[in-house]
T-cell receptor
């Protein structure tokens, strides 16, 4: 089992719709969860971080975390063509009581927003 | 407000040559991470450094790869005797001194091509 799993997609949504991106992870003690956006040929850009169960909203983005189910998701409301990119889920690795600083990334989900 | 800086942005080497990749973290950040992204693959952790210390090098290949973060100057990822399989995008990320927030911010990357 991969440590962080994402559906590679592509996920295609019409402009203005809600895009829902999902991620599961295997390390039950992970404490920090991140969503990055990566445009083709560019570097990953941090768009959301979440540490506690529940929802966290930032503009059109909402991250949802359920540690019991080992599941984290990203919702993008009012999707725009400029949101078309690969979205990477990342989870920190914890050893003992400390974050190691090591992020494990999923393979990424490609999102296509059609005008 | 300079972000993470990496140079060169593109590097071409012939098999057997050495590649040196440089990374300057964001102002105020003292933690540096190197990741590699092979074509059509996800981001893979390589090494985590603080000034003059390697904290975690569990993702580094056992041979030909080394990293440092000296007291003065940028972090360096060094690849000796490059092979075609080393062709990839190499990203550096940085984070502030560890506390409750452990977000990592990525530089633009160095695209290494081995001929």
């Amino acid at each position: 089992q991969k440590e962080v799993e994402q559906n590679s997609g592509p996920l295609s949504v019409p402009e203005g719709a809600i895009a829902s991106l999902n991620c599961t992870y295997s390390d039950r003690v992970s404490q920090s969860f991140f969503w990055y956006r990566q445009y083709s040929g560019k570097s990953p850009e941090l768009i959301m971080s979440i540490y506690s169960n529940g929802d966290k909203e930032d503009g059109r983005f909402t991250a949802q975390l359920n540690k019991a189910s080992q599941y984290v998701s990203l919702l993008i409301r009012d999707s725009q063509p400029s949101d078309s990119a690969t979205y990477l889920c990342a989870v920190n690795i914890v050893r003992g009581s400390s974050n190691t600083g090591k992020l494990i990334f999923g393979q990424g989900t490609t999102l296509q927003v059609k005008p | 407000n300079a972000g993470v800086m990496q140079n060169p942005r593109h590097l071409v080497r012939r098999r057997g040559q050495e590649a040196r990749l440089r990374c300057s973290p964001m102002k105020g950040h003292s933690h540096v991470y190197w990741y590699r992204q092979l074509p059509e693959e996800g981001l893979k952790f390589m090494v985590y450094l603080q000034k003059e210390n390697i904290i975690d090098e569990s993702g580094m290949p056992k041979e030909r790869f080394s990293a440092e973060f000296p007291k003065e100057g940028p972090s360096i990822l060094r690849i000796q005797q490059v092979v075609r399989g080393d062709s990839a995008a190499y990203f550096c990320a940085s984070s502030p001194p560890q506390g409750a927030v452990d977000e990592q911010f990525f530089g633009p990357g160095t695209r290494l091509t081995v001929l």
